[in-house]
């Protein structure tokens, strides 16, 4: 039986790649740190299934107690400070858990486990300014946010090692993608529970910032497959995964509201507070590599995607009702 580790096992991927890895017959382990905030709710449904280690990305003596316990065959590296807007206020932070993170996760793999494959979750956000639509695997980083700085760090030392330790380290620049488990803080799962809620008679009004900003997006269930097929080819490499479709705020926010049977013009309020610092204006993904190679497709399309997210958001709404 394999052994995957996944760092980041609460968040939305960690979740959905932990579902895929069980269904492949995998052994998971998940790494979480002991927090008093941390929540294992999208993870609820895999207790017993899946073995908690406890271990802190900063701390590099218990990444390695935990592979030492783990002998994992394969490592994904999800956890990160992941909401870019949070990155403008904690910045240190972000630049130690995202960037320093990955080095200190390299070295403990080196140090316990060499053979083991390493997959790490890079960013569409390290193109940030873009120097060519679509973007590919050669496009210039440009980030535009103290989390795409670090992501593009992450990167690019997950190549040095690669090259430097002749380590199975891969990475995967993931555009948006998105899922019913979503954290409410990102845009697409603001707009779906705003609607939900607005629907169901819980609010009136949806604040929002630049409606015009485009995002290529896609299901986060069809990009941990991506995750997954890069550790099973014969060399390491790095793949641009994503749908190559754009879509606009102003789009989402249509079909969310459409789903829910509402005019969002009567409900969505523009809210300069929402404008970030420096804005990401067009990310476009071109996956013709992944396709190819990985033989990978995105399965959901962008109106499935957010249709599924209200339908989600009503019935989580409708619950909280019926509870109180």
């Known amino acids: 039986m394999k052994k995957a580790l996944i760092t980041g096992i609460t968040g939305q991927d960690g979740s959905y790649l932990a579902d895929l890895l069980l269904e492949q017959g995998y052994h998971v382990y998940g790494m979480m740190r002991r927090s008093s905030t941390e929540t294992s709710e999208r993870i609820e449904h895999l207790k017993g299934k899946i073995d908690i280690l406890q271990a802190d990305l900063l701390d590099e003596l218990s990444l390695m107690s935990?592979?030492?316990?783990?002998?994992?065959?394969?490592?994904?590296?999800?956890?990160?400070?992941?909401?870019?807007?949070?990155?403008?206020?904690?910045?240190?932070?972000?630049?130690?858990?995202?960037?320093?993170?990955?080095?200190?996760?390299?070295?403990?793999?080196?140090?316990?486990?060499?053979?083991?494959?390493?997959?790490?979750?890079?960013?569409?956000?390290?193109?940030?300014?873009?120097?060519?639509?679509?973007?590919?695997?050669?496009?210039?980083?440009?980030?535009?946010?103290?989390?795409?700085?670090a992501k593009a760090y992450g990167h690019y030392i997950t190549v040095n090692y690669r090259e430097s330790y002749d380590l199975f380290a891969v990475s995967g620049i993931l555009f948006n993608h998105e899922s019913p488990r979503r954290g409410?803080?990102?845009?697409?799962?603001?707009?779906?529970?705003?609607?939900?809620?607005?629907?169901?008679?819980?609010q009136d009004e949806l604040r929002m910032g630049n409606l015009d900003a485009k995002r290529d997006w896609g299901f986060a269930g069809d990009y941990v497959k991506a995750m997954w097929l890069m550790l099973q080819q014969e060399q390491a490499d790095d793949y641009v995964i994503s749908t190559g479709t754009e879509h606009s705020v102003h789009q989402l926010v249509e079909?969310?509201?459409?789903?829910?049977?509402?005019?969002?013009?009567?409900?969505?309020?523009?809210?300069?507070?929402?404008?970030?610092?420096?804005?990401?204006?067009?990310?476009?993904?071109?996956c013709s590599k992944a396709k190819k190679v990985l033989n990978w497709e995105p399965e959901v399309d962008f109106k499935q995607l957010i249709e599924m997210m209200v339908d989600s958001d009503l019935k989580k709404v409708q619950r909280e009702i019926d509870h109180k």
């Open 66 to 149: 935990m592979m030492e316990e783990s002998q994992p065959d394969e490592i994904y590296n999800l956890a990160a400070m992941s909401f870019v807007p949070t990155s403008w206020q904690q910045p240190v932070l972000t630049g130690e858990f995202t960037g320093i993170g990955v080095v200190k996760m390299l070295e403990a793999l080196r140090r316990v486990c060499p053979k083991a494959k390493f997959y790490q979750a890079s960013s569409s956000e390290m193109f940030g300014k873009v120097r060519e639509v679509p973007q590919t695997e050669s496009t210039p980083f440009y980030p535009r946010s103290p989390y795409g700085v």
């Open 184 to 202: 409410k803080e990102f845009v697409t799962r603001k707009v779906t529970d705003a609607a939900a809620r607005i629907k169901l008679g819980l």
């Open 255 to 286: 079909i969310a509201f459409d789903r829910a049977g509402l005019d969002w013009e009567k409900h969505v309020v523009i809210d300069p507070k929402f404008i970030r610092p420096a804005e990401v204006d067009r990310l476009l993904g071109d």
